[in-house]
């Protein structure tokens, strides 16, 4: 895809006609900065611009389908949004429905990048469209909800992915061709083929669910991948009701009816999540060893039963 008519941005151009930017793997092998200037042995990075980036005309992609340009239209089988969360957010899930799907994409959010001067913690960017919405983001909203009455049954599955959960600065997902895996269940979702299981965010696939044959994963990042902390989401509501409220009387009462629903759902799971804790703390101290040396001797004083009224 990549092979011609590909453009550049704010990367270093080599001295042999080539881009060059931090994190490549290779010593920056001279060229022009993405400054304009000449790069010498003296010269001190970052020498590429940290929000550099590159296009490619997608009738490139060996693999588009092709009635992608068909004037009368092609058909969807779902839309795919997402963020970037190094924390929190597991690797995808699936809308409950379509009126779940706008409210899903419509509180989209990435912790801050280099393209967002001035932004701090997370940033919310509904449909990835938030710069160029040219109208009321509350009538922007109806329209899809408007879009996927018109459509009924026909309307496309709404999933959202994370492909950037990290633990230790490290990504838990490989990402690049490996995301091929995570369509793959999409797909077989679309077809009725795949499972999956239901949590307060969406439909989750489990390990088993999706193809993972050939992919050196731990089982611990998997289980980190695809599991909820409702507790932590829990922390972000004020946030998103925040991100909501801002677009004020015109946010259709279906947004406001999700907004409420998720609520309602991420609260009684964290409620859940704390018991949980609470209980296996619980059992872990009445399984404790009981100090050696001199002071094992003594009697100690009997653990209260545990009260749950």
Not at 126 to 147: E, L, R, S, T
Not at 203 to 212: E, G, K, V
Request: net charge negative; proline share 7%; glycine share 8%.
């Amino acid at each position: 895809m990549l092979k011609e008519t590909s453009y550049y941005t704010n990367v270093v151009e080599t001295d042999d006609g080539g881009v060059w930017w931090e994190g490549m793997g290779t010593e920056c092998p001279g060229g022009i900065d993405w400054k304009g200037n000449r790069i010498t042995p003296e010269s001190k990075g970052p020498f590429a611009h940290p929000n550099s980036r590159f296009t490619a005309p997608a009738s490139q992609c060996p693999v588009i389908c092709p009635d992608w340009e068909n004037p009368e239209g092609a058909p969807i089988d779902f839309f795919i949004f997402g963020g970037r969360r190094s924390e929190t957010m597991p690797l995808v899930y699936q809308a409950m429905n379509w009126d779940h799907g706008v409210f899903i994409s419509g509180s989209a959010s990435s912790e801050a990048t280099a393209a967002a001067i001035g932004v701090t913690g997370l940033r919310y960017d509904p449909m990835a469209m938030k710069p160029f919405i040219g109208y009321n983001v509350g009538d922007y909203f109806q329209h899809w909800f408007n879009m996927g009455d018109n459509l009924g049954d026909k309307a496309p599955k709404i999933f959202y992915v994370n492909w950037f959960r990290k633990e230790d600065k490290e990504f838990l997902w490989p990402g690049f061709g490996e995301n091929s895996r995570i369509l793959k269940w999409m797909c077989e979702r679309v077809d009725g083929k795949a499972g999956a299981v239901d949590t307060p965010l969406g439909y989750m696939p489990r390990s088993q669910d999706l193809d993972l044959s050939g992919l050196d994963i731990l089982e611990a990042s998997m289980t980190e991948l695809l599991q909820v902390d409702s507790i932590a989401f829990e922390r972000e509501l004020e946030s998103l009701k925040d991100h909501m409220k801002k677009v004020g009387d015109r946010l259709p009462a279906r947004m406001q009816k999700q907004l409420d629903n998720f609520c309602e759902r991420i609260t009684k799971a964290a409620d859940a999540q704390r018991l949980s804790v609470s209980s296996a703390s619980l059992k872990s101290s009445q399984f404790m060893s009981p100090p050696k040396g001199p002071e094992s001797s003594k009697k100690s004083a009997p653990m209260p039963k545990p009260s749950f009224s």
